[in-house]
């Protein structure tokens, strides 16, 4: 039973097309997380939501927007796509508890390749 | 802004053997927490290891151990009795008290050679 769960693990996509990526942790996590993973393969945050609550956005283009619809989902819409999109994308989640070493518990990613 | 540096970029070992990877922080804060990740070819993101600030203790989980020197601001992984399922990048990251943001260096390609 997958604790983490992304859809769909490879996106194919032109230029210009809106596209979505999905995610469900069903581990009880009152926060998820988008993070993008580069060619080089640096992770970098991109969102945080608390209980569909948006409490971190980082300097992300607009044309990406999350979305919560309760706090064990919560979606990547990205529109007009770009070539410099082209990364891994990771949900994860977490307790809400800042005073803990709790990590995060990840999906297996989304590689989206956009041509 | 809390950074988190991994100066070697790959890494080798013979199978068997011991390796330690190095991680290094920097922070302003006292209470934080350290992490070290394991992202196997399979792309799944694993927690290896993790370790409270507050805490002299070094943690521990089997094969896996960290020296933490606080002062230093150092946070290095060592894996003993290597095996090739231990093939990997492993990231190092960082999380302040009380804040939800994972901060992650920039990995380091283990190799394992029979």
């Given at each position: 039973?997958?604790?983490?769960?992304?859809t769909p693990?490879?996106l194919v996509t032109q230029m210009g097309n809106d596209k979505s990526i999905k995610c469900?942790?069903?581990?009880?996590?009152?926060?998820?997380?988008w993070?993008k993973?580069?060619?080089?393969?640096?992770?970098?945050?991109m969102f945080?939501?608390?209980?569909?609550?948006l409490?971190?956005n980082e300097t992300v283009p607009n044309r990406f927007s999350p979305k919560s619809p309760?706090?064990?989902?919560l979606n990547l819409h990205i529109n007009s796509l770009e070539l410099g999109d082209s990364a891994?994308y990771?949900c994860?989640?977490?307790?809400?508890?800042?005073?803990?070493?709790?990590?995060?518990?990840?999906?297996?990613?989304t590689?989206l390749t956009v041509v | 802004?809390?950074?988190?540096?991994?100066?070697?970029?790959?890494?080798?070992?013979?199978?068997?053997?011991?390796?330690?990877?190095?991680?290094?922080?920097?922070?302003?804060?006292?209470?934080?927490?350290?992490?070290?990740?394991?992202?196997?070819?399979?792309?799944?993101?694993?927690?290896?290891?993790?370790?409270?600030?507050?805490?002299?203790?070094?943690?521990?989980?089997?094969?896996?151990?960290?020296?933490?020197?606080?002062?230093?601001?150092?946070?290095?992984?060592?894996?003993?009795?290597?095996?090739?399922?231990?093939?990997?990048?492993?990231?190092?990251?960082?999380?302040?008290?009380?804040?939800?943001?994972?901060?992650?260096?920039?990995?380091?390609?283990?190799?394992?050679?029979?």
């Amino acid at each position: 039973d997958t604790a983490v769960s992304q859809t769909p693990k490879y996106l194919v996509t032109q230029m210009g097309n809106d596209k979505s990526i999905k995610c469900e942790q069903n581990l009880g996590h009152d926060t998820m997380y988008w993070y993008k993973q580069d060619s080089k393969k640096f992770l970098k945050i991109m969102f945080s939501y608390n209980n569909k609550e948006l409490i971190i956005n980082e300097t992300v283009p607009n044309r990406f927007s999350p979305k919560s619809p309760d706090k064990a989902h919560l979606n990547l819409h990205i529109n007009s796509l770009e070539l410099g999109d082209s990364a891994v994308y990771f949900c994860a989640s977490s307790p809400w508890t800042g005073w803990g070493a709790y990590g995060y518990t990840f999906g297996s990613g989304t590689r989206l390749t956009v041509v | 802004a809390q950074t988190v540096t991994q100066s070697q970029p790959e890494m080798s070992v013979q199978e068997a053997e011991t390796v330690t990877l190095s991680c290094t922080y920097d922070t302003s804060e006292s209470d934080y927490y350290l992490f070290w990740y394991k992202q196997p070819p399979s792309r799944q993101m694993i927690l290896v290891i993790r370790q409270e600030a507050y805490k002299q203790q070094n943690a521990t989980e089997n094969r896996f151990s960290v020296n933490f020197q606080k002062a230093a601001k150092s946070f290095s992984l060592k894996i003993s009795d290597s095996q090739l399922g231990d093939a990997a990048m492993y990231f190092c990251a960082y999380r302040s008290g009380g804040a939800q943001k994972l901060v992650f260096g920039q990995g380091t390609r283990l190799t394992i050679n029979p």
